[in-house]
T-cell receptor
């Protein structure tokens, strides 16, 4: 089976750091994506991990542990515009299908 | 701007009708994927087309069908609409490489009454 779990909602303060976790159980694995989706808009690509470790891109970093079926997205120096849903998605290596989690709604407080 | 366009933006249909949604992929992209996103949920994979052939399908019934054209634009057709088909339908294009990021279109909001 295929299952991706992430928290439904999180709240953090402007300027702070927040970590959004994602665990997955999939039949096949060929990479994990993080997307950002503002309300009423299309998802936009943030990061891709296929090997274990940390990928850093500006204020955003993404970590992957394949043996644990675990990833996190780290957002630093939070800004109000970071209020959005963050989607974790896994690519299945059997058919290249990308499976999305339900998303984590992040609320940023001033 | 991602370059992926979808039409129409919004659509209202009644139960039992048929609908066709359209997507123009970003220039240079030969792979198109379609997703259904219900309110408060993540996108659910419907199917993917690569060079005019379906090469992956999610858990959707056969009344969901698609096409990809030589210019790599794509259509999603849904027959015998049901109330639960009400959702945002997203199209995403990519160049087909592993890890290649998908560029999403703005989506079509379908309401079935």
């Amino acid at each position: 089976g295929q299952n991706i779990d992430q928290p439904t909602e999180m709240t953090a303060t402007e300027g702070a750091i927040v970590q959004i976790n994602c665990t997955y159980q999939t039949s096949g694995f060929n990479g994990l994506f993080w997307y950002q989706q503002h309300a009423g808009e299309a998802p936009t690509f943030l990061s891709y991990n296929v090997l274990d470790g940390l990928e850093e891109k500006g204020r955003f970093s993404s970590f992957l542990s394949r043996s644990k079926g675990y990833s996190y997205l780290l957002l630093k120096e939070l800004q109000m515009k970071d209020s959005a849903s963050y989607l974790c998605a896994v690519r299945d290596d059997r058919d290249d299908k990308i499976i999305f989690g339900k998303g984590t709604r992040l609320h940023i407080l001033p | 701007e991602t370059g992926v366009t979808q039409s129409p933006t919004h659509l209202i249909k009644t139960r039992g009708q048929q609908v066709t949604l359209r997507c123009s992929s970003q220039s240079g992209h030969n792979t198109v994927s379609w997703y259904q996103q219900a309110l408060g949920q993540g996108p659910q994979f419907i199917f993917q087309y690569y060079r005019e052939e379906e090469n992956g399908r999610g858990n959707f019934p056969p009344r969901f069908s698609g096409l990809q054209f030589p210019n790599y634009s794509s259509e999603l057709n849904v027959n015998a609409l049901e109330l639960d088909d009400s959702a945002l339908y997203l199209c995403a294009s990519s160049s087909g490489g592993l890890g290649d990021e998908q560029y999403f279109g703005p989506g079509t909001r379908l309401t079935v009454t």
